[in-house]
């Protein structure tokens, strides 16, 4: 069975309480329950994980080179500082897509640019919990495409 990696980034621990006018009443017990229910859907397995701490993220996008087909992303707050944890989406071979609730170009000005974008292969930002569920969906169908094509990686 194929398996996906998703990552949590900073402060997604408190969805739910945290600024709920721009994030959403939505918590990420039941954001990954969406998501589990989405990979069932597909016939893949997920791997959900969220950490406040950088490094910990950059272990679990290194440790899901052994497994992933693709990863899904919320950096958070780090998509706009950590040039690590760019550096560490840039040095796996599968594709990420980064997943931001809200619109980040309708936001502050220092959160309309991304750092970590730039090493992904897609960006989806401003549809809230529904984006995670599209990053999902463009993994395995580029997964599907390389394994039609025999390529070795997705295309």
């Not at 990420?28 to 910990?56: F, K, M, W, Y």
Request: hydrophobic share 40%.
């Amino acid at each position: 069975m194929n398996r996906i990696l998703v990552l949590h980034g900073p402060n997604l621990n408190l969805l739910g309480e945290r600024e709920p006018e721009v994030y959403g009443t939505l918590t990420l017990a039941q954001l990954n329950d969406h998501i589990q229910t989405e990979g069932e859907r597909l016939g893949v397995q997920i791997t959900a994980v969220q950490s406040n701490h950088e490094g910990v993220l950059i272990d679990e996008l290194h440790a899901a080179r052994e497994w992933t087909i693709g990863g899904v992303i919320n950096p958070g707050g780090l998509s706009h500082t950590s040039v690590s944890l760019r550096d560490a989406i840039a040095a796996v071979d599968y594709p990420v897509i980064e997943v931001h609730l809200s619109n980040i170009y309708a936001r502050e000005r220092f959160r309309r640019r991304s750092l970590t974008a730039a090493a992904c292969r897609g960006v989806i930002t401003g549809l809230g919990w529904r984006g995670y569920l599209m990053g999902l969906q463009a993994i395995l169908s580029w997964a599907e495409e390389a394994a039609a094509k025999g390529a070795s990686e997705p295309t």
